[in-house]
């Protein structure tokens, strides 16, 4: 029904920069926030960021002053623009979307298949 496909990870030495990219499709009725966690290897998934039902941006410590969210809202999309990438960044990037489908009058989370972002020199 829903969608979410991301794009953009890949490998990048520390100080780097990567844009990553998620687009959502389907039967969409309304986004009602969207964004970005992250999972490292052996650790538990954690908020990168995300825009909430309120429209405003909430971000993961770790990560504040060097990612930045946007997003095209006509195209359902949301991106993350890393900076300065730290080795402890490298983690599979999952685009998140609580959304609600023309089918349910409910908004319920969705999960992109995640792409993998790697820091190392």
């Known amino acids: 029904q829903v969608q979410l496909v991301e794009s953009g990870g890949g490998l990048v030495q520390p100080g780097g920069s990567l844009r990553l990219s998620c687009a959502a499709s389907g039967i969409i009725a309304n986004i009602n926030a969207m964004g970005w966690y992250r999972q490292a290897l052996g650790k538990q998934r954690e908020l990168v960021a995300v825009y909430t039902p309120g429209g405003s941006t909430n971000y993961g410590d770790s990560v504040k002053g060097r990612f930045a969210i946007s997003r095209d809202t006509p195209k359902n999309t949301v991106y993350l623009q890393m900076n300065s990438l730290k080795p402890e960044d490298t983690a599979v990037y999952y685009c998140?979307?609580?959304?609600?489908?023309?089918?349910?009058?409910?908004?319920?989370?969705?999960w992109g298949q995640g792409t993998q972002v790697t820091v190392s020199s």
């Open positions: 998140y979307a609580f959304i609600q489908t023309i089918l349910d009058s409910r908004s319920r989370d969705y």
